[in-house]
């Protein structure tokens, strides 16, 4: 079985594709970050009048992707300690990974899934922070 899953809790898409897919019994998720449904607010980001960012803070946009994950994977009958895999793109390791990390560790305390951090140099929108995960339903 392979299913399509929009979680209606989560962020939009900023693209053609699903939040989720289901396929058997695995999750895999699109790539996931910080913003808010029904909005181009992103938590934590400071822009200017043409869209660039001024500042940002990593540590409110890893609470803001954390909890939509959790959304998408709530939407899709899974939850947080189903997580088998995830990784993690950063626009600045240098700046942001201790604090990340730190973050992460709260989150996933009790469930310890694989694990990649990447930096890249961009994201689609203004954002520090997309995860893509696999979970098990």
């Not at 895999?28 to 200017?48: A, W, Y």
């Not at 890893?62 to 993690?88: K, Y």
Request: proline share 6%.
């Amino acid at each position: 079985m392979i299913e399509n899953i929009h979680a209606s809790e989560a962020p939009e898409p900023v693209g053609l594709y699903p939040h989720a897919k289901r396929v058997g019994n695995l999750l895999f998720l699109s790539g996931v970050g910080p913003r808010k449904k029904g909005s181009k607010e992103i938590p934590g980001v400071t822009l200017d009048d043409k869209g660039n960012i001024i500042s940002y803070n990593i540590e409110e946009q890893c609470h803001s992707v954390f909890n939509n994950v959790r959304m998408v994977l709530e939407a899709s009958g899974s939850t947080w300690e189903n997580l088998v895999d995830v990784t993690v793109f950063l626009t600045n390791m240098k700046d942001d990974f201790a604090t990340y990390n730190k973050i992460y560790a709260q989150y996933f305390k009790d469930n310890l899934p694989c694990r990649t951090t990447v930096e890249i140099n961009a994201l689609p929108t203004p954002i520090a922070i997309e995860l893509k995960c696999i979970a098990t339903i």
